[in-house]
């Protein structure tokens, strides 16, 4: 039974605008949640994460939301870049073990 | 400081055979994950290893094992391989609460 959801397998968007990456989670004992962009070939990387206790996390580009009544968050890049071209994964925790998403992947087209 | 490192980069094996894979964590990080990629799977967790315990076990059969040493290197084995073990596998360090650090991962094809 699949926690995380990330509904849409792919997104693309013209650079300059904005990017909205979304994810929905099952369990709300979830109460810290990440951001993992993945290139071919190489592993996940870290991109920005949020605690239960806030519903915005903001760092540079990249803007987190938490809506925890509807058990969504979502991934803003704003201006979206023809670099940011990559799988985003979303991850929740319930402290125990991480959950991911199946992975949204993202074109920027130039 | 060094990443997590995980050898081989690459392997191709036959059904029916076995394979290891291996998963050094950042140094100083004590839990090891494993997780299997697969189009269209996202990233499926497979085994979580603590101080040579495991701590947490995915919905895998029991084909799929791993273990800890007490430098915190991890290995997995996969026995009996069947096709559909054909996949990207990820090794992930975590020294804390904070998220993982994903090594670059193994990808192993089986034919």
């Known amino acids: 039974d699949q926690q995380v959801k990330q509904n849409s397998p792919s997104l693309s968007v013209q650079e300059g605008r904005i990017s909205i990456l979304n994810c929905d989670y099952t369990n709300s004992m979830f109460d810290y949640f990440l951001w993992y962009k993945k290139y071919p070939a190489e592993g996940p990387t870290f991109l920005i994460s949020?605690?239960?206790?806030?519903d915005k996390n903001e760092d540079g580009r990249f803007t987190v939301f938490l809506n925890k009544s509807a058990k969504h968050l979502s991934l803003h890049i704003v201006p979206s870049q023809p670099g940011d071209s990559a799988v985003y994964f979303c991850a929740a925790s319930d402290y125990n073990q991480f959950y991911f998403g199946t992975g949204t992947s993202l074109t920027v087209i130039p | 400081k060094a990443g997590v490192t995980q050898t081989p980069r690459y392997l191709i094996k036959t059904r029916g055979q076995q394979v290891t894979l291996s998963c050094s964590p950042i140094?100083?990080?004590?839990?090891v994950s494993w997780y299997q990629q697969t189009p269209g799977q996202g990233l499926q967790f497979l085994f979580e290893y603590f101080s040579e315990t495991q701590r947490n076990k995915g919905n895998f059969p029991g084909r799929f094992s791993g273990r800890q040493f007490s430098n915190s290197r991890s290995e997995m084995n996969v026995s009996t391989l069947e096709l559909g073990d054909s996949a990207l596998y990820l090794c992930a360090s975590r020294g804390g609460r904070m998220g993982y650090t994903f090594g670059s991962g193994t990808r192993l094809t089986v034919v």
């Open positions: 949020i605690s239960s206790i806030k």
């Open positions: 140094s100083g990080h004590r839990s």
